[in-house]
C-alpha cells in the first residue's frame, strides 16, 4: 500500500507508477491511496469531508496499473465522532470507471449495513484495524483491572489474553463481509 494521498496528485502519479513497477516485476500487488482520508493517521488531523475526484481516480489507475485503489469517499480514519457519511454515488461512479478493487480505509465504526452497502459499490477491502486495537486495548485494561497481581508479570501471557476479542471481532467483521471460508 503506498499512500501518496498528501501528495500533489501528479507527484502521487509519477511516484505510484514507479512503485507499480518495482512491485509487479515481483509479483507484488499494489494498493495506491487518492484524496484526503479524514481522521487523524500518521499526525494528520482533518474533519472534513472530501469526497475523491473521480477523474483522478480513472487518470491514476489507468496510468498507473495499480491493482485496487483506496479513493477518500468520506471515511475516517480512527474512531468516530457521529455517523460517517460515506458517499455511495461516487464509490459506485469511482468502481464502475476503474474497473479494479476498491479499499474503503478507516472502516472502524462505520453501520453493518452502510458497509454492506460499500461492499455492492464496488468495495473488495475494508480497513478495520482500530476496532481490533480497542478491542485488545479493552480486554488487557479489563485484565489489568481485576488481577490480584499473580498475571500481570508476564507480558506474554497478558498479551495472549487480549487477543481472543480480536479473532471475535475478525470472524463477525469476515462473515459481515462476505468473506469466511475464502482464502
Known amino acids: 500500500m503506498f499512500d501518496g494521498s498528501h501528495l500533489p496528485f501528479r507527484e502521487n502519479l509519477a511516484i505510484t507508477r514507479h512503485l507499480v513497477t518495482l512491485a509487479h516485476s515481483k509479483g507484488i500487488s499494489v ?10 493517521e500518521d499526525g494528520i488531523v482533518n474533519s472534513e469531508v472530501i469526497y475523491a475526484d473521480p477523474q483522478e ?10 491493482d485496487c485503489l483506496a479513493a477518500a469517499l468520506g471515511s475516517t480514519h480512527g474512531l468516530y465522532k457521529g455517523k460517517a457519511r460515506l458517499g455511495f454515488t461516487e464509490m459506485k461512479a ?5 474497473k479494479v478493487p476498491l479499499v474503503l480505509h478507516g472502516g472502524t465504526g462505520i453501520a453493518d449495513e452502510d458497509m454492506r452497502r460499500a461492499i455492492a459499490c464496488g468495495t473488495a477491502k475494508i480497513n478495520v484495524n482500530t476496532e481490533n486495537m480497542y478491542a485488545w486495548c479493552q480486554q488487557v485494561k479489563a485484565i489489568f483491572a481485576a488481577d490480584t497481581g499473580h498475571d500481570v508479570n508476564d507480558p506474554r501471557k ?6 481472543q476479542p480480536v479473532r471475535e471481532m475478525i470472524a463477525r467483521r469476515m462473515a459481515l463481509f462476505g468473506s469466511e471460508q475464502r482464502y
Open 57 to 66: 481516480c480513472y487518470t491514476l489507475v489507468t496510468e498507473t496499473k495499480v
Open 31 to 40: 494498493e495506491a491511496e487518492l484524496g484526503t482520508i479524514a481522521g487523524s
Open 94 to 98: 469511482i468502481a464502475e470507471q476503474v
Open 158 to 163: 497478558v498479551i495472549a489474553q487480549g487477543l
